[in-house]
């Protein structure tokens, strides 16, 4: 059962479900007065942030990140003859600079760009590297494996190894391979499908799980439809979704009686709109609800395994009927596992024929070769064990401390969060409680500039919202380091002395 027990994240009491309209919440709690471009938090005395100032603070950090970045400048404007946008990916338009910094090294928690900048990395490829930079045991392993045969649709015995340690970390018994989370989740979403014999998908707000269809949806005044940015979507994802918010029982099991949800995709804590904790009971309830109305849980834990090496699913003692991991799985070597259990693979046995396998949607070519899963089990044996997370989660608390008395000391409206060895703070006095609250506190301008304040200062954080993420090799001297660039930003936006001197 998904369930919160003996062992519970730090939750936050459950609030009454009443109210709980994001943009009622937001009017409430904020008043953004345009004209002036101050934004505050009424009825207490909070530091408020001048727009026009922010924005010629930016701007003098753009001059400097343009003169001290000349090679990734060049390289840059040479892209721009080859690749779309000038960038090998789309997303990698969104760092905070005028242009990406190109990398030349990295290795554990640190890289250095070609224009000889050394960097401490709490992006981690946005969870790809959390388990640093290229482990030695890693690259010894892929080596190996490369000289000795990369992929030939014919298993290897790591396969097994990481299959057996899969199932021990997450208490499920059957495993198969991606390439990519998102993969992993499509994968998963198609058994439930036919399994259930059910059309539709239950996500939360503002949740993030890989480029799959049926996720891009939000809610737009009560109504399911396309994401914001949404590109090129197949059909309107009204056909194909619905939408709740997170930590809103009674939303879920409405939606549920509709008797259409083949599965519930979730986060255990979300984690790609800040990082949004379930209240107390939230997943002991929903579990219940998802079996009562015959709805599988899929648990994307593709992020959440920074809670620990079973992710939130061991820590919390979930018991998921589908479960996905991806990114960090195989140090970044691209590689992702879904599995479930007992009874969804007899359900889905039954149904698969021999002769149409490998045409019914899910698999591919290169999915389980022989280096991904090398990279998996070197991973998985060696880096993402108890001893390293508990090292990871310290370091996790500490940037906590240091951020959270920052902005105690700028006195600002804003609050860290903290879910194993990934931190993130919003630009909202209190922890928001689901997707909609924390997405109405977003400020992308504030975000940029933060972010950028960090990077010309030789620290890099994700460029979505505001994440942190811990590796073995991250030092304490790395989170003070962070801890001194934060308050010097916040001293510089809010006029107030520099906590810690
Ligand atoms: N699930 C979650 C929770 C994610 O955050 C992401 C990517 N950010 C994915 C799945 C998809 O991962 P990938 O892009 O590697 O397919």
């Known amino acids: 059962m998904w369930r919160v027990e003996e062992k519970s994240p730090p939750q936050r009491t459950q609030r009454s479900t009443e109210g709980t309209d994001p943009r009622q919440a937001l009017t409430k709690a904020f008043r953004i007065n345009k004209a002036q471009g101050l934004r505050f938090n009424t009825g207490v005395r909070m530091t408020m942030i001048d727009r026009e100032k922010l924005k010629i603070k930016r701007q003098r950090e753009e001059m400097q990140f343009m003169a001290e970045h000349p090679q990734s400048a060049k390289l840059y404007e040479r892209a721009q003859n080859s690749l779309l946008g000038g960038v090998p990916m789309n997303w990698m338009k969104k760092w905070a600079g005028p242009y990406p910094v190109f990398v030349k090294h990295a290795k554990g928690a640190h890289f250095k760009c070609v224009d000889g900048h050394e960097y401490v990395d709490l992006c981690l490829g946005d969870t790809g590297a959390m388990t640093g930079h290229s482990p030695d045991v890693v690259v010894e392993a892929v080596a190996k494996r490369a000289k000795d045969g990369i992929t030939l649709m014919l298993p290897t015995e790591d396969a097994l190894y990481v299959g057996e340690d899969l199932k021990k970390r997450f208490g499920l018994p059957c495993w198969q391979f991606t390439l990519t989370a998102t993969d992993a989740n499509r994968f998963s979403i198609r058994i439930a499908r036919e399994i259930t014999q059910r059309p539709k998908v239950l996500i939360f707000h503002y949740c993030y799980h890989g480029t799959v269809d049926e996720s891009f949806a939000s809610l737009h005044d009560g109504l399911v439809g396309p994401r914001r940015g949404n590109i090129g979507p197949p059909v309107n994802p009204a056909e194909t979704t619905h939408v709740v918010e997170f930590n809103d029982l009674n939303a879920l099991e409405e939606t549920l009686k509709h008797h259409d949800v083949a599965c519930i995709l979730a986060e255990p804590a979300m984690t790609n709109v800040g990082i949004i904790l379930p209240e107390q009971g939230y997943w002991k309830a929903a579990r219940e609800l998802a079996r009562r109305y015959g709805a599988l849980l899929i648990a994307d834990e593709t992020h959440t395994i920074c809670a620990g090496p079973g992710g939130c699913t061991a820590e919390w003692h979930l018991e998921p009927d589908m479960l996905v991991f ?19 693979a007899q359900r889905i046995a039954a149904r698969i024929q021999l002769e149409d396998c490998d045409v019914g949607g899910i698999g591919g070519t290169l999915a389980g070769n022989a280096l991904s899963l090398a990279a998996m089990r070197a991973t998985l044996e060696h880096v993402l064990t108890a001893k390293n997370f508990k090292k990871m989660i310290a370091l996790a608390v500490r940037f906590n401390e240091g951020v959270s008395s920052a902005i105690k000391n ?13 931190a993130e703070y919003t630009f909202c006095a209190k922890p928001p409680r689901n997707g909609g609250e924390s997405a109405a506190a977003a400020d992308f301008e504030l975000e940029r500039f933060l972010h950028l304040y960090a990077l010309n200062r030789g620290v890099l954080l994700t460029p979505f919202h505001n994440m942190a993420l811990m590796c073995p090799e991250t030092t304490e001297g790395d989170i003070d380091r962070h801890t001194g660039i934060f308050s010097e930003a916040v001293a510089e936006l809010t006029n107030r002395p520099r906590f810690g001197g």
């Open 410 to 422: 700028g006195g600002l409206p804003w609050n860290v969060q903290r879910l194993g060895c990934r």
């Open 326 to 344: 991806g990114k960090a799985i195989g140090s970044g070597i691209p590689g992702a596992a879904y599995g479930c259990t007992e009874e969804v």
